[in-house]
């Protein structure tokens, strides 16, 4: 673990015993969970049901004839609204055993159904009757966004390097890992009937090795930043299995989780619903333990004067002002996505107290909550072991007196300037300062 570099500039090396000891902790880690990923990696095919992509078909709108509704067509929904479009669209089919014929849908009707224009790339969903199966009908139940969702992604992996270099570009390779990881291990592993807690935390460690060190290089400040998000990951999944006891959660508090118990009943929901509430902290645990690594590798290195306790107060000041908007940012993430539930329980008429006594709210506020004692935990747990390791070893040692009386007529004392000065500008420039014991 060698020197790290920070926007063009090299933080000076940590000394040897503390590279030492940093490796003696992390390699038995990177090799656990090398090997807890070898043993709860998925063998078997998940199973799927494939019936439905029979029925797909994707093709063009290539017309669009618009008619005014008969009376019996007007649906009134219960608060008054008229949600009726009548007409036909012609769709010419792109793939599969029927491309390059044209079939004729009605126009796509009623809330949530897409609204389409001649030259819309659309999908198509096949109906075939029961009773007489050479007879089927069409309807256009979406849009392919196939090609916009890789056009913006473009654009932003552009943004990312264009601003960021090669740091930008190794973070997207770790973005890319990190989806590897997700839908190769933790998704299949979990279907399998694998303990979803388990999974999760085996999937956020190999996450947090390979992103953390190919994003920040391999050093001892990025081995710092590994560890207390990996302490303060353990304690979020402790808290939140408290908070789940004490709050009775099920894991069953929305319509996929019923569904998933009902076609994967070996998936254990209670441990899904942990499992996410990992998954979910890992990120913002990332960007806490990284900044506070980094402020204390920043402050030791303009001032290695200072000590571990003035290293700690001062980066422990700039984690309660990342924590302050950190938290604003989780409740407000956690409102966004909920935000059509939430409206609708609004809607309902009900009052506050059995609101939040539904299943689905409360899982949601003790995301948010152990989520946030997660965070402010990070902060000191991260800052001490930064502060431990990035401390000089002089400032750590060095006692100081108060300066005594000289004499008026005595002479100035020999100065060391540029010594000190030399020190002061590479605290580890020399084998014997990089190589001295850790006090």
Known sequence: MGAQHIDGHVLPRAPRRVRRIMTAVIVPMMAATVVALVVLWPTDAIPTDRSGAEERRLGTVTAVQLRECAPEEVVQTPSGMTVSRCGT???????GAEAGRSVQTSVPDGPGAPRVDVGDDVV????????DPTSSQYTISDHQRGVPLIWLAVLVALAVIGFGRLRGAAALAGLAVTF??????????IVAGQPPLLVAV????????????????VSVRTSVALLGTLVSLILTG?????????THLTGFGTE???????????????????????????????????????????????????SRRQLYLAATRVGRAHIASVVNTIILAYAGASLPVLVLILGSGRGVAQTLNSEFIAQEIVRSLVGTLGLVAAVPLTTGLAALVSAHPAAVTTVTAPP?????DSPPPATTVGVDRARMADPWSSAEARDADWP
């Open 89 to 95: 669209v012609e769709v010419r089919v792109t793939e």
């Open 124 to 131: 198509v969903l096949v109906l075939t009757d029961p009773a």
């Open 180 to 189: 590897a990881v997700v839908l190769l291990f933790i998704l299949p592993a």
């Open 202 to 217: 085996v999937g956020s460690a190999t996450i947090m090795f390979v992103v953390l060190y190919l994003t920040h290089g």
């Open 238 to 246: 402790v808290l939140a299995a408290l908070a789940m006891s004490v």
């Open 256 to 306: 996929e989780a019923s569904s998933l118990g009902i076609f994967y009943q070996n998936v254990d929901l209670h441990g899904l619903l942990l499992a996410g509430i990992i998954i979910g902290s890992l990120g913002v645990l990332d960007d806490i333990t990284v900044t506070q690594a980094a402020t204390v590798a920043e402050l030791a290195a303009a001032n290695p004067a200072l």
């Open 404 to 408: 005594r009386p000289r004499p008026a």
